[in-house]
């Protein structure tokens, strides 16, 4: 008998990979006169959902 967690996880492996949506990367890169480094994206962000919370009860109403 397997356990829930092994079935689960060969769920997963069966799974089809999903595609995600990346930014381009598009970054700038500073030199400080102190000589620290700045690394910035030159891409704004998107709209996003600031409440983690909210991102998840989304996923399980699209996923339940």
Do not use: K, W
Not at 32 to 49: C, F, N, Q
């Amino acid at each position: 008998m397997s356990s829930p967690r092994a079935a689960g996880q060969a769920d997963l492996e069966r799974a089809p990979p999903r595609p995600i949506a990346l930014a381009r990367p598009d970054i700038a890169y500073e030199l400080a006169a102190d000589g620290s480094r700045r690394l910035r994206s030159r891409t704004p962000l998107g709209r996003y959902d600031p409440s983690l919370a909210n991102l998840f009860r989304a996923a399980v109403a699209r996923n339940p």
